[in-house]
């Protein structure tokens, strides 16, 4: 009986050590990783074909966790925006210096707050925490194209994953509204005056990342 006793409280403190661990579970104040993906624009020779004209783009990405629901996502990536503005149902006047195609290269820098739906974690589950949750996104950012350099405001969604104590794994989906209309070489075919965002190009980025967790935040000691 003594035995079975010793048996019981040794699986017990197991247990109990691991539920421990688990909610003392270190958080990191900051990530460092690389994502890739497709893009596609839309401008003057795309109005509102969504994933028209696909091209790839990859590029390097930071996170600094502010808490579990909040964090700021900082990016460098390269693309490029592509079209062709003869495929389309509008006819544009005569413009014999105008390019009607184009592939031209694009450099993106930007920072996005996230607000995740539940607090970001493995350990502190008594929180609340999730290793899965989804957030929404909004930034401000620089984008470099066809030798124009001009600000974006990215807005969009995603879902990341901690598939490992220090390890994260995402899906993020970003519009990104330039305030120029020379990124596609198309320059204003319709003779609108613009306006903020209007009659200016955007592009969009579908991006796979995974990143690694650095610089474990303070403890308190509980003595």
């Not at 795309?46 to 629901?69: E, Q, S």
């Not at 495929?87 to 993106?108: A, I, R, Y």
């Amino acid at each position: 009986m003594a035995r079975l006793y010793r048996i019981i409280m040794a699986l017990l403190f197991l247990v109990s050590a691991g539920q421990v661990k688990a909610q003392q579970e270190l958080e990191y104040a900051l990530e460092l990783g690389a994502m890739g993906g497709i893009g596609f624009y839309m401008g003057d020779a795309n109005l509102n074909g969504f994933y028209k004209h696909v091209t790839m783009a990859g590029g390097a990405m930071g996170r600094y966790n502010i808490n579990p629901r909040m964090a700021l996502k900082f990016d460098l990536a390269y693309g490029s925006v592509k079209g062709n503005a003869t495929e389309g149902k509008n006819k544009f006047p005569n413009s014999p210096e105008q390019k009607w195609t184009f592939n031209n290269s694009l450099v993106d820098l930007g920072c996005q707050y996230e607000l995740h739906f539940w607090g970001y974690g493995r350990g502190n589950s008594y929180k609340g925490h999730k290793r899965l949750t989804p957030y929404i996104q909004m930034g401000l950012g620089f984008t470099y194209c066809n030798d124009a350099l001009t600000m974006n405001i990215p807005v969009g969604v995603g879902v990341k994953y901690k598939f490992k104590p220090r390890w994260n794994v995402g899906l993020d989906w970003s519009m990104r509204f330039s305030m120029s209309d020379k990124l596609d070489g198309i320059n204003d075919p319709y003779r609108i005056k613009s306006g903020f965002l209007k009659n200016k190009d955007s592009y969009s980025w579908t991006m796979l990342y995974i990143s690694y967790d650095l610089c474990p935040k303070y403890r308190k000691c509980n003595n």
